[in-house]
């Protein structure tokens, strides 16, 4: 299902003479003021924030018109973030400008839509030179004072499961470890060993000395690497790039194919791209966040934890825990249930958790959720019956057996999970008899 948003910039982004200006929408005010200064690497800055707006209007998937999605920017201390996803859902991008990157002061906080139209990726792609950039983030006052009251204004369709992408990549990530890290000049000769864009095999990255060696099957410390050509938008990076990072969860021999990013670093940014399992599965779909979305344990928590954030760069989990006085498990309980909602994000560099709020009704990623309003309708209407740790759920026409494991993972005897066989989160069927149970564990 799909809102219509609507974006409302005072005037276009552009590249003028004086610098860079960035126009913002919605979030904290209608056009938030986050950011004046410099930024110290033009030419890097210029190309990731292009290889964002590239993916936000690319579909990766059965590739149809541009998307027309707005990256979101973040300001918090000390740091800049863009994020976007595919218009197909399965890639997501940010570009985290560091505080070796900027010469100025964060004005404001909190996280808005910021345009970045045709002419102005036209411009960016021009940008050189090592002079530092002036740029804003935001209008400046007197600029808005003697505008002659005109708005630019777009109606774009924001599909429902580009929401729930939010909701998911952070629950997935924070369950990331680094996996690889390579020089520039070998992070360049890998990429372009890759397949061509249009691919869609599932791959699998091994470290090998000083580079990584591809392979068709996985083995312990690999890097699933799906539909390759899905990393382009790296490649304006690379000529400015120390090192490239890779970093994915734990698999071993026979593992299915699982999420991975992939993280170029100059030093002042790190630009990084978050890809799907498969090339046809958007994030949307990988059930990670389930869980927190049906817990009413840690809404509370979520409520005081949240008051608590204060845009920092990252959050401090003990300190958090310390100010709430609660026990870090809760606390990063309660960090999952805003993730839902996107008031925070994962940062796989920093192994931490930062804070933003999205400029638009994130709420959606849970009440659109089909599994999760399958699930509660179940509930309501008492379908389930509970047999000791196993349950019953019955609908109109069918009966289902619900099984929970010693690990405290569920099974059904529906179709839904003998098909993904827990790789996508739980079925309606499971998530209904975990709303019904006291808290047992894992979902999945």
């Known amino acids: 299902m799909n809102a219509v948003q609507t974006y409302r910039y005072l005037q276009p982004s552009a590249l003028r003479a004086a610098g860079l200006d960035l126009q913002t929408c919605g979030g904290p005010a209608a056009n938030p003021r986050f950011f004046a200064g410099f930024l110290t690497a033009p030419a890097a800055a210029a190309a990731g924030l292009l290889a964002v707006a590239e993916v936000a209007r690319t579909r990766y998937h059965q590739p149809v018109n541009p998307a027309s999605l707005d990256p979101v920017v973040t300001g918090s201390r000390g740091r800049l973030r863009f994020e976007s996803f595919s218009g197909c859902c399965g890639v997501y991008a940010r570009m985290d400008v560091l505080p070796a990157g900027m010469d100025g002061e964060i004005s404001g906080h909190g996280t808005t839509n910021v345009d970045v139209n045709p002419p102005l990726r036209e411009a960016l792609a021009r940008v050189g030179g090592i002079e530092p950039l002036h740029v804003a983030v935001g209008p400046d006052d007197l600029t808005v004072s003697t505008m002659d009251g005109s708005v630019v204004e777009r109606k774009v369709p924001l599909p ?97 194919a699982v999420p991975s990013t992939w993280e170029l670093d100059t030093g002042a940014l790190r630009l990084s791209l978050t890809l799907s399992p498969e090339p046809y599965r958007g994030f949307s779909g990988e059930g990670a966040a389930l869980a927190a979305l049906a817990g009413d344990d840690v809404v509370d928590d979520a409520e005081l934890v949240g008051a608590l954030l204060n845009w920092d760069p990252t959050v401090d989990v003990a300190a958090l825990a310390d100010a709430a006085a609660l026990p870090d498990e809760r606390v990063r309980a309660a960090l999952a249930q805003l993730g839902t909602a996107g008031r925070v994000g994962y940062d796989v560099a920093d192994g931490a958790y930062f804070h933003r709020v999205m400029p638009y009704d994130a709420g959606r990623a849970e009440r659109d959720n089909p599994r999760l309003v399958g699930a509660r309708a179940l509930v309501e209407r008492g379908a389930v019956e509970r047999d000791g740790e196993n349950a019953t759920v019955r609908t109109d026409a069918e009966t289902y057996r619900v099984r929970r494991h010693p690990d405290g993972a569920y099974s059904c005897s529906c179709r839904w999970w003998a098909r993904h066989r827990g790789q996508r989160g739980p079925c309606r069927h499971a998530l209904a008899v975990s709303m019904v149970a006291a808290p047992v564990g894992a979902l999945s």
């Open 160 to 256: 429902g499961r580009w929401l729930r992408g939010f909701a998911e990549v952070h629950v997935l990530t924070a369950g990331f470890e680094p996996r690889a890290e390579i020089a520039a000049a070998e992070a360049a000769a890998f990429l372009r060993r890759l397949p061509a864009a249009g691919d869609r095999s599932v791959l699998w990255a091994v470290p090998a000395g000083r580079t990584l060696r591809l392979t068709s099957r996985p083995v312990p410390g690999a890097v699933c690497l799906a539909g390759a050509g899905r990393l382009a938008a790296l490649r304006g990076v690379l000529r400015h790039t120390r090192t490239l990072r890779v970093y994915g969860p734990a698999v071993r021999t026979g593992s299915p």
